[in-house]
C-alpha cells in the first residue's frame, strides 16, 4: 500500500528521475510552456513554481538556490529579472495545466504546462 506517499517514479531511477525534472523545469522557464505528459506535468509544476519564488526573493541565496534546480545561469537570470517580477503581487499558482488529450502513439494523457 502506498499510503501517504508523496510524488510519482514515472518508472524511472531516482537520479534519472531528478534529471528529467530538472530539464523540463528548464524548458519551461526557458520557452514558458512545454507539452509533455499529464503525470510529468503535475510534478514538475511544484518545482518550477519553487524556483520562481526564489526568484522573487532575489538575494543570492536564492539564486545559488535556484541554480541548484536549473544548471543555466542564462536561465536563472531571466527568472530573477523578467519571469518573478512579472509575479510579484501575485502569491502562487505561476503555471498552469491545459489537458490537450491523448497521444496517438502510446494514448499517454498529454498536457501543456505553461507559465501564467
Same mark, same amino acid.
Given at each position: ?54 526568484? /522573487?526573493?532575489?538575494?543570492?541565496? *536564492?539564486? +545559488?538556490? !535556484?541554480? #541548484?534546480?536549473?544548471?543555466? $545561469?542564462? %536561465? @536563472? &537570470? /531571466?527568472?530573477?529579472?523578467?519571469? *518573478?517580477? +512579472?509575479? !510579484?503581487? #501575485?502569491?502562487?499558482?505561476? $503555471?498552469? %495545466? @491545459? &489537458? ?17
Amino acid at each position: 500500500m502506498r499510503h501517504k506517499i508523496a510524488g510519482r517514479k514515472l518508472r524511472r531511477s531516482t537520479p534519472q528521475r531528478k534529471a528529467l525534472f530538472r530539464g523540463l523545469v528548464t524548458d519551461l522557464l526557458r520557452y514558458e510552456k512545454v507539452r509533455t505528459t499529464e503525470a510529468k506535468a503535475k510534478e514538475v509544476r511544484g518545482i518550477a513554481e519553487k524556483v520562481i519564488t526564489l526568484g /522573487k526573493d532575489g538575494t543570492l541565496h *536564492a539564486r +545559488r538556490q !535556484a541554480l #541548484r534546480v536549473v544548471n543555466d $545561469t542564462d %536561465i @536563472v &537570470k /531571466k527568472v530573477f529579472d523578467d519571469i *518573478a517580477p +512579472r509575479y !510579484a503581487t #501575485r502569491p502562487g499558482g505561476y $503555471t498552469r %495545466i @491545459v &489537458k490537450l488529450g491523448r497521444r496517438i502513439g502510446d494514448g499517454a494523457e498529454v498536457a501543456q504546462l505553461e507559465l501564467v
